[in-house]
C-alpha cells in the first residue's frame, strides 16, 4: 500500500492548519477601512470603523483631528487613542471621541493612523452634515388608548440648538428580547419625542430609538 503524499499522512494536516491560519487574518485590511465621523453637535467630535475582533484598536490606530477656523484663521487640533467597541449589530469596531465644544465656523481634518501611517483622510466643512444626536434618556413607557405610549428626552440642555429641534427625526423599533423586529416601527408625533406603540404585551418588550 502506498503512503499519503506530501511524505506522510500529518504533513497535509499542518498544511491545512497553515491555510486555515493564513485565511482567518485579518479579513478586514487597512487599505478597505472607510471611518464615518459624527458629532452630538455640543460637546463630542469623533469616528468610528470596522475592524477583525482580534485587532487591537489602540495599540494599531490613531485618530488626529484639526479644527481651522476659516474667518479668523485659529487652529485646535487633538489626538485619540481609539477603544474596542460594538454596535448594535455586534459589529467589531474601533471607536475615537473627542471631547470638546463643538466649533462653529471651522473647518475639521480627521487623519486615521494605522500604525504610524496615514491611511485614511477627510475634510469636513460643516459639521452639522454629521451630526449624531445623542441617545434620548429618561425613557417612559405606559397604557395609552390603543397601545402604549413611549416618551423620551432629548439629552440636549434648553440653552442647545437640538434640545427639541423640530428637525431631529426620530425611529423607533420595537420586538419581544432577542427578536428585536425593525420591520415594527413607530412613528413619533411631528418630530416630538412621543410614539404610539400598539403591542399586546409589554413583558419583554425591546425598544431601540434612532
Known sequence: MGRAGFGGPQRPCLLLSVFLACSLWHTVSSKDIQPRCFTDYDSEVGCSWEVDASTDCPKKF??????????????????????????????????CTIRSEVLD?????????????E????????????????????????????????TWEDGYNEESILHKNSETDYEVAFGQEGMLNKDKV????????????????AANLLLLIS
Open 105 to 117: 465656523n471651522f473647518k475639521y481634518r480627521f487623519s486615521l493612523e494605522a500604525n504610524g501611517k
Open 62 to 95: 490613531l485618530l488626529r483631528v484639526a479644527a481651522n477656523n476659516r474667518f479668523s484663521g485659529q487652529k485646535k487640533s487633538w489626538d485619540c487613542s481609539p477603544e474596542n467597541k460594538r454596535g448594535l449589530d455586534v459589529t467589531p469596531k474601533c471607536t
Open 186 to 201: 413607530g412613528t413619533p408625533s411631528q418630530h416630538a419625542p412621543l410614539c404610539t406603540i400598539t403591542w399586546n404585551s
Open 119 to 150: 491611511i485614511w483622510k477627510k475634510a469636513i466643512k460643516d459639521l452639522r452634515k454629521i451630526v449624531k444626536p445623542r441617545q434620548p434618556v429618561n425613557l417612559k413607557l405606559k397604557m395609552g388608548d390603543g397601545g402604549y405610549i413611549l
